[in-house]
């Protein structure tokens, strides 16, 4: 079974794809700031998911899941600063933020349940 077919692997790409589609709206002086911050962080998510699926032992994968953990907080802290700053309307930036806690539950219940 490939890491595509992966239900944690999808929605993270899914949220990547979100957040390129909600730093479109961002000034163009922030593309090298939270726009490429953001983008990095949120695509780091489900790159890690991928390389840990395919590692050779559940350990290796539950180390990659952790590092895809660290950087949806990443991802998490820059969205709210985005926010802070008024880069991002509450009615865009809302189900972003819904998504990053979403992921972050089924990141969490996935290392729990490899641990298990």
């Given at each position: 079974?490939?890491?595509?077919?992966?239900?944690?692997?999808?929605?993270?790409?899914?949220?990547?794809?979100?957040?390129?589609?909600?730093?479109?709206?961002?000034?163009?002086?922030?593309?090298?700031?939270?726009?490429?911050?953001?983008?990095?962080?949120?695509?780091?998510?489900?790159?890690?998911?991928a390389e840990g699926y395919g590692?050779?032992?559940?350990?290796?994968?539950?180390?990659?899941?952790?590092?895809?953990?660290?950087?949806?907080?990443?991802?998490?802290?820059?969205?709210?600063?985005?926010?802070?700053?008024?880069?991002?309307?509450?009615?865009?930036?809302?189900?972003?933020?819904?998504?990053?806690?979403?992921?972050?539950?089924?990141?969490?219940?996935?290392?729990?349940?490899?641990?298990?």
């Amino acid at each position: 079974m490939s890491y595509r077919n992966q239900f944690i692997w999808q929605r993270a790409v899914q949220l990547a794809i979100n957040c390129y589609k909600f730093t479109r709206l961002f000034p163009k002086s922030e593309l090298y700031g939270l726009t490429s911050q953001i983008r990095r962080s949120s695509v780091s998510v489900a790159s890690n998911i991928a390389e840990g699926y395919g590692r050779r032992s559940k350990q290796e994968y539950i180390q990659f899941l952790h590092i895809a953990l660290g950087s949806l907080r990443e991802l998490d802290t820059q969205l709210i600063i985005a926010k802070e700053v008024d880069l991002a309307e509450i009615d865009l930036f809302t189900p972003i933020m819904n998504e990053v806690e979403e992921m972050q539950s089924i990141l969490v219940a996935t290392i729990n349940k490899l641990k298990g």
